[in-house]
């Protein structure tokens, strides 16, 4: 029987998933771009238009994550070059982007992760944003 099969709230399936994951702070995601990690953008088109793109990220609207990182995937985005690929979500405040990392995970993307605060914290840390 799976540990899931118990009816549970988002919150405890949250803290579940996280405790996989080491999950990076702005600064710390925008070293990891820096040292060759895929920054990828989940948030939804009018986020993006309101708020601004992290420079260099490759959007993805959620419902294509899984497809477009996949490495042995027909639909997968040139950026999806290995399993080895170290992977960042971004979300607008780092809850969705925490179910995503551990959904490309189990596709054994091991080496991805989310930011912990999501675009929101990125933008509050005064890091680039093109708007």
């Known amino acids: 029987m799976s540990e899931y099969t118990v009816p549970i709230g988002i919150d405890e399936l949250l803290e579940r998933v996280r405790q996989d994951l080491e999950r990076l ?39 294509e994550l899984e497809w477009r990182l996949d490495p042995q995937g027909s639909h997968r985005a040139a950026e999806a070059t290995s399993h080895d690929l170290r992977v960042v979500v971004i979300c607008n405040e780092g809850y969705a982007s925490s179910l995503a990392a551990v959904s490309l995970r189990q596709l054994g993307l091991h080496g991805a992760t989310d930011l912990d605060g999501g675009f929101q914290a990125w933008r509050s840390a005064g890091l680039p944003v093109e708007i």
């Open 25 to 63: 702070g702005p600064q710390e995601a925008f070293d990891a771009a820096a040292a060759g990690a895929l920054l990828v953008d989940i948030r939804y088109q009018a986020l993006r238009e309101r708020d601004g793109l992290i420079p260099g990220a490759l959007v993805v609207e959620r419902n």
